[in-house]
T-cell receptor, first 113, second 109 residues
């Protein structure tokens, strides 16, 4: 059974650009959550999607957005990148909003220069 | 008050000892409790979950839940250097999933 797949693994962007990250959940998982992780900050919740609907949203500016497709694949987009957006972005999937825990992908390491 | 609190550590134990990691949560309606392990530069991996009061054992790992005290812990017996990682506690409440900030564990050979 394939795990959670995130692409790309590494990304370098320039301030002001935008970026789109992709996540394919485990087959059958309908809940996809996104997290930002920076040194010393722990996992910061971005948003959760379930059956194409955003169910929960963290405390991030509107530059961060996401969506989920009918096949449960999800994308997140960050517009007008800032240096502080440099982080590891993690996607996690679950059968039902984490009731049975989330399985994480390997993450996308974003560096903004 | 944060939903999930953990002592950030670092916690150091000698090889072979018992490592004890603790977590408290604020929402009495919390239903499911998880422990994740995260090695440096890697993504978190689920190692234990517990839903009912009491102990749950899996190999060298034991999760303990006390809902009255809103407390969940993870014991690692016979700690190995390969257990050195950050351990994250996570809790579900309603359809929300909350992570603690993690406790860094170092097992000294």
């Amino acid at each position: 059974k394939a795990g959670v797949t995130q692409t790309p693994r590494y990304l370098i962007k320039t301030r002001g650009q935008q970026v789109t990250l992709s996540c394919s959940p485990i087959s059958g998982h309908r809940s996809v959550s996104w997290y930002q992780q920076t040194p010393g900050q722990g996992l910061q919740f971005l948003f959760e999607y379930f059956s194409e609907t955003q169910r929960n949203k963290g405390n991030f500016p509107g530059r961060f957005s996401g969506r989920q497709f009918s096949n449960s694949r999800s994308e997140m987009n960050v517009s007008t990148l800032e240096l502080g957006d440099s982080a590891l972005y993690l996607c996690a999937s679950s059968l039902a909003s984490g009731t049975y825990g989330y399985t994480f992908g390997s993450g996308t390491r974003l560096t903004v220069v | 008050q944060k939903e999930v609190e953990q002592n950030s550590g670092p916690l150091s134990v000698p090889e072979g000892a018992i490592a004890s990691l603790n977590c408290t949560y604020s929402d009495r309606g919390s239903q499911s409790f998880f422990w994740y392990r995260q090695y440096s530069g890697k993504s978190p991996e689920l190692i234990m979950f517990i839903y009912s009061n009491g102990d749950k054992e899996d190999g060298r790992f034991t999760a303990q839940l006390n809902k009255a005290s809103q407390y969940v812990s993870l014991l690692i017996r016979d700690s190995q250097p390969s257990d050195s990682a950050t351990y994250l506690c996570a809790v579900t409440a309603g359809n929300q999933f909350y992570f603690g900030t993690g406790t860094s564990l170092t097992v000294i050979p």
